[in-house]
């Protein structure tokens, strides 16, 4: 991040960068052998990290490149500034299912997304923004969870209404960000190394009707 809140130092110098996200999706799902089913869906996702708060400075080292080393302050917002990702994923994966056609399945299985980005930079109430930049990724995930039978037209799990709790892990970087006038006329800010174009770790729950 170009700069954050400034009673964040500690955390940010420590790695931890305090954001907020969430995505909603559908996909389609095909068992092609009682262990094995494939997949495909899309899947939308934001999320936001505050990094300017109302009445308070924020702080960060590329302030103190732009300045020549005379601050690393900005001066107090007048509202509320974020850095805001939202992303849109295609996705396509694999899933091997343990102790298929039972009311329980648990499984695990990697993906590959190809996932468009755009980052914004704002203030809550700016009508534009402060800066833009947008792009497309292309990465592995992997997911595991179970499969539970809500109400199984049959006594299994091959029809019926099915709750799947997962974790997921994966996505990769929207690469090389780069907005020009960004706090000041004239100051450029780039990362080639990226944020997230979506957080790494989620937790889901799919809600299958088949």
Known sequence: MPFWPKEL????????FPSRGYGLGGSFDYRIAPHIAIY???????????MGEQDSLSAGDWIYEQTNALTH?????TEDVFFKMNAYGLRFGA???LFPGT????WIGPGIAITPWNATIKATDQIGNYG???GTTYDLFIQAGFNFAIHP??????????ASPYLEVGYGRARNLKIDNLYMNGWT???SKGEPAILPFRLGLYLTLF
Request: avoid cysteine; glycine fraction near 6%.
């Open 103 to 106: 009311n329980t399945e648990s």
């Open 73 to 77: 302050y900005t001066d107090p917002w």
């Open 189 to 191: 800010w780039e990362n």
């Open 40 to 50: 495909t869906g899309i899947v939308f996702h934001k999320w936001r990290f505050r």
């Open 153 to 162: 037209a049959r006594n299994d799990l091959s029809s019926g209404i099915i």
């Open 95 to 97: 899933r091997y299912i």
């Open 9 to 16: 130092d500690t955390d940010i110098a420590n790695g931890s």
């Open 132 to 134: 833009t930049a947008s």
